[in-house]
């Protein structure tokens, strides 16, 4: 069997002397680079593994790879090639099958933490009340930087309402809308400050 011609590839030759992926490479116009190690032959827990950073056995195992939104929850593709949360994978790996309708909720409330003894299944009302317990979304108290949506920081509201810039200008800096700014010059978002 002949074996790729780009060096320490080792996959069967498909044409021109490359892997088929060798091959894509160089018809795109691209330079040849080393591809992308897949992790074959690992256990699908391994695999997990080699993405987390695990410091003691008692601390946040953090997720260092893919995140369906930054900071929050890690993602990852499991062995049978779904897309799935990274604490959910945790506990199947981990701890056994999730029932279903019940969801995996964190004790240290760290979203991207998949140490298993960092969670625990509850209901989508254990998930709430264990919300409102930890002061994250109770009425009043979820606002400004501590509400989950807030783009905004309490400095960046104050710098707001003392700039001379135009409205499109500082949306542009702070990353929101041109009517989010507006709302902050007349109090009408972010009252508290």
Do not use: Y
Request: proline share 3%; hydrophobic share 35%.
């Amino acid at each position: 069997m002949a074996i790729c011609s780009f060096e320490g590839c080792g996959k069967k030759v498909r044409v021109n002397g490359l892997c088929n992926r060798h091959n894509m490479q160089k018809l795109n116009g691209e330079t040849l680079r080393p591809l992308q190690v897949q992790f074959h032959g690992l256990t699908e827990e391994a695999r997990f593994l080699k993405r987390v950073n695990v410091k003691t056995k008692d601390e946040c195992w953090e997720w260092t790879a893919s995140q369906n939104r930054v900071g929050w929850h890690g993602q990852w593709r499991n062995a049978a090639g779904q897309i799935e949360l990274t604490h959910r994978a945790s506990w199947r790996l981990f701890k056994s099958e999730i029932p279903g309708g019940m969801f995996v909720l964190h004790k240290c409330d760290n979203p991207l933490c998949v140490n298993p003894g960092h969670l625990f299944l509850g209901t989508q009302s254990d998930n709430l009340h264990d919300m409102w317990g930890k002061g994250r979304a109770r009425p009043g108290t979820s606002r400004g930087e501590k509400h989950g949506m807030s783009k905004l920081t309490a400095q960046a509201v104050t710098e707001i309402r003392n700039s001379q810039l135009s409205g499109v200008e500082l949306a542009k800096q702070f990353g929101v809308t041109t009517t989010t700014i507006c709302d902050v010059r007349k109090r009408r978002i972010w009252k508290h400050i």
